[in-house]
């Protein structure tokens, strides 16, 4: 596994956040009958790039030990995002992954996206994360870098509820 910049690997995966560090807890119902294809699009890195976010991945599926580097913005403002895959679900109830920042992301933490269908077939896309800033950009940006946090899993969900209903 690449070199974290975070302790707690994986404790977006499932039980309670760890403390101490900003969560963002984030959860949409999608429509019915579109696990398969939601699952798809977050493993597929589908769902990010249809949100308007660059990712530079070295597979073409999230799986653990997968590098992906996030881009934001445009040109000189482009702000890139190193991250790895520490771990990956994709069964019958839940399909999706997390993963966990590199030295030069602009924040420390892990951050998880997940699909999952209930007992009762209900199908719900959730964004987990836990993190703090890492560079002087994000410190000062304060109240406004949580809430682009919130923004931005409000945003995945809204583009994946899209996603799921097209054809």
């Known amino acids: 596994m690449p070199e974290l910049t975070y302790p707690?690997?994986?404790?977006t995966r499932?039980?309670?956040l760890p403390p101490g560090w900003r969560h963002v807890q984030h959860r949409v119902p999608l429509p019915a009958g579109s696990f398969a294809?939601?699952?798809?699009?977050?493993?597929?890195?589908?769902?990010?790039?249809?949100a308007g976010i660059r990712i530079d991945a070295d597979a073409p599926r999230a799986a653990p030990g997968v590098r992906v580097v996030s881009r934001l913005?445009?040109?000189?403002?482009?702000?890139?995002?190193?991250?790895?895959?520490?771990?990956?679900?994709d069964d019958e109830r839940?399909?999706?992954?997390?993963?966990?920042?590199?030295?030069?992301?602009?924040?420390?933490?892990?951050?998880a996206f997940v699909v999952t269908r209930d007992s009762s077939g209900a199908v719900w896309f959730e964004v987990r994360a836990f993190s703090r800033p890492d560079r002087w950009f994000m410190r000062a940006a304060g109240p406004l870098g949580r809430a682009f946090q919130r923004g931005y899993a409000w945003w995945l969900g809204r583009t994946l509820?899209?996603?799921?209903?097209?054809?």
């Open 73 to 89: 913005g445009v040109g000189p403002l482009r702000l890139a995002a190193p991250c790895a895959v520490v771990w990956a679900a």
């Open 37 to 50: 294809a939601a699952g798809a699009a977050v493993l597929g890195w589908r769902l990010h790039r249809a």
């Open 161 to 167: 509820r899209r996603l799921c209903t097209r054809p």
């Open 14 to 16: 499932e039980g309670p």
């Open 94 to 111: 839940r399909a999706g992954f997390g993963y966990g920042t590199l030295p030069g992301h602009p924040a420390r933490g892990e951050e």
């Open 8 to 11: 707690d690997v994986g404790a």
